[in-house]
Nanobody, 124 residues
């Protein structure tokens, strides 16, 4: 079993930056792909960014390319999401997820473990 604990959310202004962290415990996730999803009220949960087990492959949603960066520290069992140039449309609950596979996954059903979710609100 894997527990994912997120930190780093909150209320920011347009143009600000946030760094999200997701620490895994209970079982190593070093061989798992990891991802960040987000869900706004009334909308589906969508992948924002994903990273392969080695960190050698990454995926970004078009809406965040060039602004968000996903990274991982395998020794610390932690994945990060650096969010720059935040916009009001980035407002959502953000979730960290771990996949029981090393390759990238793009939809929620491909991920077995989830963090508790943390709200990010970007004011205009």
């Amino acid at each position: 079993q894997v527990q994912l604990v997120e930190s780093g959310g909150g209320l920011v202004q347009t143009g600000d930056s946030l760094r999200r962290s997701c620490a895994a415990s209970g079982r190593t996730v070093r061989t798992y792909a990891m991802a960040w999803f987000r869900q706004a009220p009334g909308k589906e949960r969508d992948a924002v960014a994903a990273i392969s087990w080695s960190g050698g492959a990454t995926y970004y949603a078009d809406s965040v390319k060039g602004r968000f960066t996903i990274s991982r520290d395998r020794a610390k069992n932690t994945v990060y999401l650096q969010m720059n140039s935040l916009k009001p449309e980035d407002t959502a609950a953000y979730y960290c997820a771990a996949r029981l596979s090393g390759g990238l996954g793009y939809i929620p059903s491909e991920y077995a473990y989830w963090g508790q979710g943390t709200q990010v609100t970007v004011s205009s």
